[in-house]
């Protein structure tokens, strides 16, 4: 099984030699790697060109003034994997990532779209937290109940899916997500649900780091002013905490279950 990775990086040196290199350590090492810098001027490009020198799996291409979704979306159309994913340029995969996705796959004789447990490392790369998230019901994804004010979000990082879903896209689905500045991921997810269960792993395969600069802090109104347009579903503040709790026990519920037959075959 072959990944197709991207990431888009604006004046990302602090954290990209870690986001590469997560790529680069991988166990499984049937992969291509797509970077796109859209115009940094602090050192980033020299940093990319040094950790990829020989390494012909990684192409480093410079797009100047190109939209993040629109760069991202761009590339997961060429790509040939088997399996695509984006990956941020703070963020990281765990060393396991792409062979605990491609064991899963194998054993369930293919699976569109994968996710580990969600996980969160500080801005010094410590592990911080794992949520014990394990089922994301489909419904509820495709009904827009996944976002920062109802059950939280889908996290990206740990994001894994086919070539095939990726098709299924119809050409106003991708207009509809380049049209969002911020929340393509929240719109990708939703319209993924269309086609596809979400299946969680009971494994950690990334994690988004937490860091003063995060745009998903520094930005969180917006994101979620384009989640509203976006047609998410909002519960009245009496029924939110009561949904948010109820799927809190499913999940899990579903996690502890997910990691006990794991912990079976193991000793098998």
């Known amino acids: ?3 197709s990775i991207v990431t888009t990086v604006l004046n990302g040196a602090t954290f990209i030699a870690e986001t590469v290199r997560s790529v680069q350590r991988q166990s ?12 940094s001027t602090d050192g980033t490009l020299e940093i990319v060109e040094e950790l990829i020198e020989g390494d012909d799996r990684i192409t480093l291409k410079q797009s100047a003034g190109v939209g993040m979704y629109e760069a991202i979306l761009t590339e997961l159309a060429a790509a040939e994997g088997d399996m695509l994913a984006w990956i941020n340029a703070d ?7 792409f062979k605990r996705v491609a064991q899963h796959c194998a054993l369930r004789n293919g699976q569109d779209w994968v996710t580990g447990l969600p996980a969160a490392w500080d801005a010094a790369g410590m592990l911080k937290l794992v949520r014990p998230q394990g089922a994301h019901p489909r419904r509820l994804i495709r009904a827009g109940w996944f976002h920062r004010d109802l059950l939280g979000f889908l996290q990206q990082e740990s994001m894994f899916f086919s070539g095939q879903l990726f098709a299924k896209l119809s050409k106003r ?3 509809e997500i380049l049209s969002l500045r911020l929340a393509g991921d929240y719109a990708l997810w939703r319209r993924f649900a269309q086609h596809s269960n979400l299946e969680t792993l009971p494994s950690v395969l990334g994690g988004f780091r937490v860091h003063d600069g995060n745009r998903s802090v520094i930005e969180a109104d917006t994101y979620m002013d384009e989640v ?3 047609g998410a579903l ?3 503040w009496p029924l939110t905490p009561i949904a948010r709790g109820a799927y809190w026990l499913f ?3 579903a996690a502890r279950r997910a990691a006990s037959k794991a912990d079976g075959e193991m000793h098998a």
Do not use: C, N, Q
């Open 228 to 230: 509203r347009r976006e």
């Open 91 to 97: 963020d990281f995969y765990t060393p396991w990532a």
């Open 173 to 175: 689905d991708l207009g």
């Open 1 to 3: 099984m072959k990944f």
């Open 234 to 236: 909002f519960l009245p």
């Open 251 to 253: 999940a899990s519920e």
């Open 28 to 39: 499984h090492t049937d992969w291509d790697y797509v970077i796109v810098d859209a115009g």
